[in-house]
């Protein structure tokens, strides 16, 4: 690997950041977007599905 050719990443708060004008402000509605692929994903990776089904099942 060249090390040469590796750049810095820029840092978020510069003007010039290609990151920077990807950021998008944080709003409620987009933060339990976030929580609920958080925690589709948390569920698909330990395969917990199946204990959530049961669960909800009991609690109807």
Do not use: C, F
Not at 23 to 31: A, F, H
């Amino acid at each position: 690997m060249n090390l040469e050719s590796l750049k810095e990443p820029e840092p978020l708060h510069s003007p010039d950041s290609e990151r920077s004008s990807k950021l998008q402000p944080v709003t409620e509605g987009n933060m339990n977007a976030l929580q609920d692929n958080i925690v589709a994903w948390v569920l698909s990776r330990y395969n917990l599905r199946p204990w959530v089904e049961i669960l909800e099942k009991e609690m109807q």
